[in-house]
């Protein structure tokens, strides 16, 4: 079989995919991009993402302009399940038309010199010596075609189809918990909105941002779209028991018949719909491989913001492969920087986030009623928590909060302790190893921290 090489193969063309490539070529990398889809299809969805706008600082990267801006996204408003109570947050972001802003990423890669191969579908592995040194393909025409690299990386989205697919001399495979993969659905339906209305459970006219539904193990959410439309649905865990997104979206939509119209103008599909709400992989790494995106559930687990994740793994991902290659180490422990980087930043963040939604997800709707009203759990939280930040307390706000949740001394210590494991998940990632040999040790230790949470809570499950 013929087959071409590369230095680096990167199989999704994704915001992931791309950001990976873009930042490889960048550094001097020969780098292929491949992905199941037409080249104009990619990026494809049936409604608009938000992106917060530090992605834009953080990446350098232009700001989003005419068409591809659907609304600045100012504001989140935060029902109870009882919608009696609500927050709202602060948060600065764009809600964009994803397939434009996708396919500008895929310009940009393409403009750096990527090379693109579409509507060529990942099927195996090649591998040689615990590494992984190249990729076979399915082509247009169905033929099979082999390429060969130094380093693949996996940007497929939830499927991690490479990532799934290597043996564990290669990669060592943490297989997601159905507690924490959600499956989302949304229709886009007319709004009716009285003149006048401020406040209420559906967004007035003009409304700058989001509204989300805390409920079900996960949530709704109403998003403004253009000509009068929002976007309706939700987000359920797939070990729920009431789990059927698009009947929940419809039971939601009839709840809010006197503002949401019946005509559906599009909705989601299936295979576009799951998403991993947790930590990343333990391992972002292995021979000869690399994983980014939501194939490395880089996603924030209470937004449910995966683009900043996926690019910002990716670029950090790039600068490590460009050293590896050029030190011509591309071995598990060459490639460890990246890793570092990620654990130690957003990663830690993530971890602590995760941790709060776990907590969220398995309380009763009337213990989160008691959060929201009593403001235990608020804006100031959820501004951070938004933009995949942690937060502190001080002794001053334990005051606070004691004093603002009294007499529910029993919901105040499930808090406590909650915010005690928080702290010290993030810690404990903040501190990943530089050291190869220790990381083991802190996988272990990561073990024991989730066991010790999910002990605490009562909850029966494994990481
Ligand atoms: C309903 C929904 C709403 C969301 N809303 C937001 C939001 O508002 N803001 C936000 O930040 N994030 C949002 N996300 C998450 C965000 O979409 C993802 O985190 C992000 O797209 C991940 O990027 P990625 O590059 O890892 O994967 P993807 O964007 O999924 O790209 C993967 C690419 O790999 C290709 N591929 C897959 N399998 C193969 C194969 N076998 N061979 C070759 N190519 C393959 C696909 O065609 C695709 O182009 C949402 C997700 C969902 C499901």
Redesign the pocket.
Known sequence: MKSDTFQLIV???????CSIAFEAAKNGLSVVL????KKEK?GEKFTC???PSYVFDELSLPLPEDDEIRLIVKMLKVFSPDMHSHFTADIGAYLVDRQKFSQRLLHYTLTQGVCLYDE???GEPVIENGFIIGVHCRMPGGEEKEFRGKIICD?????A?VRNSLPDSVYRNEVLNSHDVFC?Y?EVRDIFIPSGTMEGIVPYKDFPGLYYFIRNSGYARIIPERDGRVNIGCWVPLNSRNFNPEKLTKQYGDSLSAYIGKKIYAS?TES????ALRTCQPELIGNGFMV????ACQ?SPIS?????G?MIGGKLAAEAAASAIRKGDVSREGLWKYNIRYKTGRGAAQAFIHLIHVFLQNIKDQDINILIKTGLLGATEFNLLMMNQTYTYTRLDFIKKFLSGFPHIRLLFRLRFLYSMCKKMEKHYRKFPHDIKKFDAWGLKRKRLYQKLFKGLKLEREI
């Open positions: 199989i999704g063309a994704g915001v992931g995919g491949i992905d199941k889809r990619i993402d938000t992106i060529a579908e990942y940007a497929s989205g939830f499927p189809v989302g949304g989601s576009e719909a799951y998403i980014v995106g939501d194939a996603v449910a913001f995966g683009i900043p996926s």
